[in-house]
C-alpha cells in the first residue's frame, strides 16, 4: 500500500483520561519500561536499561532545552492576550536571538487575537531592582502563525527576559497549569542548547546513575540537537495522512557525531523521535550532497516525502531504486566529506521528514519512546519502526497500568 494512502483512523486507540500521566513519577528512572524485542514484550524499571542495550553500541540524545515560550500581556481592557514563541524570525538563529539585547522578531501564535486589533501591547518587569518594559508589536501573518516584534531597553538579553516572564509551556493535553515544578521536570538532565517549545520527553526518564551505567557497558554518547517545535502535537485532521503537512524543525549535529556514526557502521540507538527524525535526515542528507557536491546547507532541507520516491544520487538523472540506495556509511561519509570542504564543524540544517508504514529505517536499530497519542504521526513512526506491530505493544501497555504520553512510561523497542 501507498504510504501516502494510510488512513490515520487505523492507527487509533482508545486512552482513557486517568493513564495520561498529569506529574511524573517521583523519581525519573523509577518510571516502568515496556522492552519489545523479537516481537516479544515484557517490562522492567527505566533504571535497568542500560543492561539491554549491546555493549560498545552508540546512544544519541537530542540536548535541546525547552524555553518559557509562554507570554502573557494584559490591554488596558483588562483583555489577556498570551503570546506564545514558535520559531525566531529576525535573527533566525536560535543563538544569536537570545543573545539581543534590544530587539527582535518571531513567528508565534497568539491567544484571545481578537481582543489585540492594532497597537503594541507591554508590560513591566523587575530586572536587577530597575523596571524594564517590554513591548510587542504584530508585523503581519505568516500562515496560522502571526510575526510579532519585541522591543525593550535596560540591557537584559532576550534569553533573560524569557527567564523573567516566560512561562514554560507545558503540553495542553495535561490540562493544567504550568507549575514550579515543570521548570525541572520538564528538562531533560543532559539538556543544553535553547529552542525547544516542547521537551524532547524520551530523555525525561534519564539520570546520572543511568547514563554511567550507559558508560559502563562500554556504549558510547552523543548529542544533537532537534528543536521540537508545536507542530509536534499537531493531530493528523486529514482522512489520509498524504493530505497532512508535517511541520518544519531546525537541526544542528556536530561533525564528530557523524564521525561516530561512521564509526559504528552507520548504526544508532536513538532516544527519542526527535532524534529518530534527525538521524533519519541525515542519511537524505548525505543523498542530496552526493547529487549535488556545491549544495548549501539550506539545500539540505529534507522534504516530507522525499524518502518514498526514488532518488537520483547522480548528476545524471537516472531513478535509484531502494535496494540501489547507497549504505549508511556512504551517506554519511559524503556528507562529512561535504562539511570539511566547507570547513563546517557543525551541521545546521532542517527536515519535514515523515516516517510512516512503508518508511525503510537506515541509520535507527533501537529506540528508547514514551507512549505517543492516538492518530498521531509519532504512533506512525513507531508503527513504521516495530513493522505494524504497534497494537501489540500499546495492548500490553494498556493492560499492565503503563503510563501514556510526556509524563509516562517509557519503552525500549528492538525489533
Given at each position: ?16 483520561d486517568?493513564?495520561i ?10 518510571s516502568?519500561l515496556?522492552?519489545y ?5 515484557g ?13 560498545n ?6 540536548n ?17 492576550i ?15 536571538m537570545f ?9 508565534c501564535?497568539v491567544?484571545?487575537?481578537?481582543k489585540w486589533?492594532?497597537?503594541?501591547l ?27 516584534e ?25 490540562n ?19 529552542g ?5 520527553t524520551a ?12 558508560d ?25 495522512i ?13 561533525r ?8 559504528h ?6 532516544v527519542?523521535t526527535?532524534?529518530v527524525?534527525?538521524?533519519e535526515?541525515?542519511?537524505y ?7 549535488n ?9 529534507v522534504e516530507?516525502?522525499?524518502?518514498y ?16 540506495w547507497?549504505s ?11 562539511m570539511?570542504r566547507?570547513?563546517?564543524t557543525?551541521?545546521?540544517s ?11 529505517y ?9 507512549f ?31 503510563r ?12
Amino acid at each position: 500500500m501507498d504510504t501516502k494512502e494510510i488512513h490515520i483512523s487505523e492507527y487509533n486507540y482508545e486512552l482513557p483520561d486517568e493513564r495520561i500521566a498529569k506529574f511524573p513519577v517521583a523519581q525519573r528512572d523509577h518510571s516502568k519500561l515496556l522492552i519489545y524485542k523479537k516481537g516479544e514484550v515484557g517490562e522492567d524499571t527505566f533504571y535497568n536499561l542500560p543492561g539491554y542495550l549491546p555493549e560498545n553500541a552508540l546512544m544519541v540524545f537530542n540536548n535541546t532545552k525547552v524555553i518559557q515560550a509562554r507570554l502573557h500581556f494584559r490591554k488596558n481592557t483588562g483583555a489577556l492576550i498570551e503570546v506564545f514563541l514558535l520559531e525566531p524570525a529576525v535573527p533566525a538563529d536560535y543563538e544569536q536571538m537570545f543573545q539581543q539585547t534590544e530587539s527582535c522578531s518571531w513567528l508565534c501564535l497568539v491567544g484571545n487575537q481578537k481582543k489585540w486589533k492594532d497597537g503594541a501591547l507591554s508590560r513591566t518587569i523587575d530586572y536587577n531592582g530597575k523596571e524594564l518594559t517590554i513591548c510587542a508589536t504584530r508585523k503581519g501573518e505568516h500562515g496560522t502563525s502571526q510575526l510579532i516584534e519585541f522591543e525593550w531597553s535596560g540591557g537584559a538579553s532576550f534569553a533573560e527576559i524569557l527567564d523573567m516572564m516566560g512561562e514554560l509551556p507545558i503540553p495542553p493535553y495535561l490540562n493544567r497549569e504550568t507549575q514550579e515544578s515543570d521548570k525541572t521536570t520538564y528538562q531533560t538532565v543532559y539538556s543544553k542548547i535553547k529552542g525547544s517549545v516542547a521537551a524532547p520527553t524520551a530523555g525525561l526518564h534519564f539520570t546520572e546513575r543511568v547514563l554511567k551505567d550507559i558508560d559502563a557497558r562500554g556504549i558510547e554518547r552523543e548529542e544533537l540537537t532537534l528543536h521540537v517545535g508545536a507542530g509536534t502535537f499537531k493531530p493528523v485532521k486529514s482522512e489520509t495522512i498524504g493530505n497532512h503537512a508535517m511541520h518544519t524543525e531546525y537541526v544542528a549535529v556536530k561533525r564528530h557525531t557523524i564521525e561516530r556514526l561512521i564509526a559504528h557502521n552507520g548504526e544508532a540507538i536513538a532516544v527519542g523521535t526527535t532524534s529518530v527524525r534527525t538521524l533519519e535526515s541525515l542519511y537524505y542528507m548525505g543523498l542530496k550532497v552526493m547529487q549535488n557536491t556545491d549544495a548549501n546547507e539550506d539545500e539540505l532541507h529534507v522534504e516530507q516525502w522525499e524518502p518514498y520516491g526514488a532518488i537520483p544520487t547522480t548528476n545524471e538523472k537516472s531513478e535509484v531504486r531502494n535496494e540501489e540506495w547507497p549504505s549508511a556509511t556512504e551517506a554519511l561519509q559524503a556528507l562529512l566529506d561535504w562539511m570539511d570542504r566547507r570547513k563546517l564543524t557543525v551541521l545546521h540544517s532542517s527536515t519535514q521528514i515523515i516516517i510512516a508504514p512503508g518508511y525503510d529505517y537506515k541509520i535507527v536499530k533501537m529506540m528508547v519512546t514514551n507512549f505517543h497519542q492516538p492518530q498521531s504521526t509519532l504512533l506512525l513512526l513507531v508503527s513504521a519502526f516495530v513493522h505494524g506491530d504497534w497494537h501489540k505493544i500499546y495492548d500490553y501497555a494498556l493492560s499492565h497500568d503503563f503510563r501514556f504520553l510526556s509524563y509516562g512510561d517509557s519503552s525500549l523497542l528492538m525489533p
